[in-house]
């Protein structure tokens, strides 16, 4: 078995030339001349060859596995995140979003309504529309988004400020709302067809130019129209303070247009559809609700006749430079209102330069006291109490003391000896006062009475016609007259009427004593065509038909007999009632008295009445103020006409000439 030793193995020698042996251990070396010698010479050392330079080490790269695990867990976060807001969208708020999107995509549009005309008895119209587009804008088309500018707004609203006739910083706040995600804004309401054609012609020369030059801006394309109607008045201011206004919402302002808004206004509808850059998607589908027109309204007005007595005021007027005149002409039969005139008026076709003193209906709406125009509502209780007949004398001094004051005629007269008639004829105060201190066997009893009949005739109270603005008149309760009212309210001073109040009081004389509430509308016509008669006015019985005819003949004394105030209504051919009256005036702006109120009253064919014409011209200050004078023509021009119009033949018969004075 053979030893392995851990010694280091022998070293391999490299063979060379043979040494001569040692000697011996103890022998001692020989010299020769082929011995070393004992002491050996450092050999010179040999030059080294250079050693070749070292290889460059080679670059060696980081493991690539922390970058992967880094972008990979980044990716799955990314991923995750996507997932997440997905799920979010697609399945918890999917609804809501769906809800934004149709929001955002489908638009809806109110379809307005076909405003009824309202016309005259005849059929012919006063108020009417006509089409017309209402002006709209989607904001978010005139955003720097969407058009690449920033001035968008200002450059649209500098074109469409003078078509539209609007300030240019208001249409850029409407362009530019506050709540950027906005979509729909009115620029303009109710524009005609060629203010919406201008725009039109505008929007697409820009779009021309810009599809030409790549840099040029449509700055209209956010703009568009939507069909709607325009109110118009074909007679201009006709009847304007009757039919009233229509406001830039389309709802009625004044008139029968607010009176009877619900009925002329019908029902808007609506429309919904799906747009794409403002522009209706046909392939989407729509839904509309279609809108309901209004219905006609027919009023009793005759537009013949209104124009006659609008006519004739308005020229009065102007001639006697007065603040407002009103004229009234009713059929005394039916209480239907032929003519409601004022002036001065308005036209509803222009409401920016109307006064608005003006826009309302002076004859329903002011109160003023109406002097001796009311004195047949003292007569008439008279001669129904049976006081007095047309034939009673009365004495009239020409001064009466009575309460606290001193009562006088319009002219100083010496004694007056008249009968009743002729009190009424001359339009005597101090002759009324006598007469209706018979009414009680004390003045208080007296008081009450009067009061009685001036409630009867309407006086103070609502006149059941419904009109907006309307006055019911003032007319305290007999308790509370003061000294000087229990005097002068007999002859029309101490109350107040509404000129509508005073015609009607003459149309219950006239129509035999029985008193029609006053009425402006015949009736309605629905889309359907079918007509639905206005309600029948109620009526009621205030003196007997024998106190409505002597009445009637004392009246036509004011007129026909030489010593009447009302001479100049006569009018040829006809028997004419009627009453002068000229009361002082209260000024509204200060409350106190200033100028007069002229008026005139009364009825004709006195024998068979057919037609009512009442005037009133307040504050005349040039030329006469006495309402025979200034009235009176006023009256017999509108009733000459109104008859003719009617065709109310000729009187056939001889008034009664009661007498007017007596010899004591």
């Given amino acids: 078995m053979t030893e392995v030793s851990d010694r280091e193995p022998p070293r391999r020698r490299v063979p060379g030339p043979a040494r001569p042996p040692r000697p011996a251990q103890g022998a001692q070396r020989r010299p020769g001349p082929a011995a070393r010698p004992q002491a050996r010479r450092p050999a010179a050392p040999r030059p080294r060859a250079p050693r070749p330079p070292a290889p460059a080490k080679p670059l060696r790269l980081g493991s690539p596995r922390p970058r992967l695990r880094l972008v990979g867990v980044a990716l799955a976060l990314v991923l995750t995140a996507f997932v997440v807001r997905l799920l979010q969208v697609q399945a918890v708020d999917a609804s809501t979003y769906t809800a934004k999107a149709e929001q955002n995509r489908y638009v809806g549009q109110v379809l307005a309504a076909e405003r009824g005309e309202i016309t005259d008895r005849s059929g012919v119209a006063l108020a009417t529309s006509e089409d017309a587009y209402d002006i709209t804008a989607d904001p978010t088309m005139f955003s720097a988004k969407q058009l690449k500018i920033d001035d968008g707004p200002e450059q649209a609203a500098a074109l469409l400020a003078p078509i539209l006739g609007q300030d240019q910083a208001a249409l850029v706040k409407k362009l530019r709302p506050k709540n950027s995600a906005s979509r729909y804004a009115k620029l303009a309401s109710r524009q005609t067809p060629q203010v919406w054609k201008q725009i039109r012609d505008l929007r697409a020369t820009l779009a021309e130019k810009a599809s030409a030059d790549k840099t040029a801006v449509n700055v209209l394309g956010g703009v568009f129209a939507v069909p709607s109607s325009k109110r118009v008045y074909p007679n201009g201011d006709l009847a304007a303070g009757i039919l009233g206004w229509v406001n830039a919402e389309g709802v009625g302002g004044g008139g029968v247009e607010q009176q009877l808004n619900k009925t002329l206004a019908g029902k808007d509808g609506k429309i919904r559809y799906a747009q794409s850059g403002g522009r209706q998607v046909p392939t989407a589908g729509s839904t509309e609700t279609p809108a309901v027109p209004g219905s006609d309204v027919e009023l009793t007005i005759d ?53 608005s003193a003006n826009m309302g209906n002076a004859a329903v709406q002011d109160a003023y006291e109406p002097g001796s125009t009311a004195k047949v509502v003292s007569m008439a209780a008279v001669l129904e109490e049976n006081a007095a007949t047309p034939l009673t004398r009365v004495t009239v001094p020409n001064r009466l003391h009575r309460g606290d004051r001193l009562f006088q005629d319009d002219i100083d007269h010496p004694t007056w000896y008249l009968t009743l008639n002729g009190v009424l004829a001359k339009s005597s105060n101090i002759g009324t006062i006598l007469a209706t201190g018979q009414l009680g066997k004390t003045q208080p009893e007296a008081n009450q009475v009067l009061a009685s009949y001036l409630r009867k005739f309407g006086v103070g109270q609502p006149t059941g016609l419904g009109f907006p603005g309307e006055t019911r008149g003032i007319l305290a309760p007999a308790a509370d007259w003061s000294t000087s009212q229990q005097y002068t309210i007999p002859f029309g001073q101490g109350m107040s009427v509404s000129a509508l109040q005073a015609a009607s009081v003459y149309s219950t004389i006239a129509n035999g004593g029985v008193r029609v509430e006053p009425t402006l509308v ?121 008859l003719k119009t009617l065709q109310v033949p000729p009187t056939g018969t001889k008034p009664a000439n009661l007498p007017v004075t007596f010899t004591p």
């Fill in 303 to 355: 537009r013949d006749i209104q124009w006659a007595a609008q006519n004739a005021i308005t020229e009065q007027v102007r001639k006697s430079k007065a603040d407002q005149g009103y004229v009234i002409v009713q059929d005394t039969r039916t209480g239907e209102i032929l003519a409601m005139a004022n002036s001065p008026g308005f036209d509803p076709n222009d409401l920016s330069s109307a006064s």
């Fill in 522 to 642: 015949r009736g309605t016509e629905g889309p359907d065509g079918r007509f639905t008669p206005a309600p029948a006015p109620q009526t009621s019985r205030v003196v007997s038909a024998q106190t409505a005819r002597t009445l009637s003949q004392m009246l036509e004394s004011v007129v026909d007999d030489r010593e009447g105030t009302g001479t100049k209504a006569r009018i040829p051919g006809y028997r004419v009632a009627g009453k002068t009256g000229t009361a002082n005036r209260v000024d509204p702006a200060t409350g106190t008295y200033k100028g007069y109120t002229s008026s005139f009253a009364g009825f004709a064919p006195a024998d068979n009445p057919r037609v009512t014409v009442y005037c009133a011209i307040q504050n005349a200050t040039k030329g006469s103020y006495f309402g025979g004078q200034i009235c009176g023509p006023i009256f017999k021009q509108v009733m000459e006409f109104a």
